[in-house]
């Protein structure tokens, strides 16, 4: 994860091993239900560009 855009912005070179702890969360635009808040698991570079695995929780209407 370490070699992973930050805000947008990608890295030519991994990252050193000290730099400091970078965002881990990202913004899901679901075709549904809109924005919400996903938390990034793993980055992968492939011939798209940077692509990420996020998981993210959809409240469900009534829910308890």
């Known amino acids: 994860m370490k070699d992973r855009p930050v805000n947008g912005v990608a890295r030519e070179e991994p990252a050193p091993a000290d730099a400091p702890a970078r965002q881990r969360w990202c913004v899901v635009n679901h075709p549904v239900h809109g924005l919400a808040q996903g938390l ?16 993210f929780v959809l409240e469900q ?4």
């Open 40 to 55: 990034v698991l793993q980055w992968a570079q492939d011939q798209r560009g940077w692509v990420a695995l996020v998981v």
């Open 61 to 64: 209407a009534g829910g308890t």
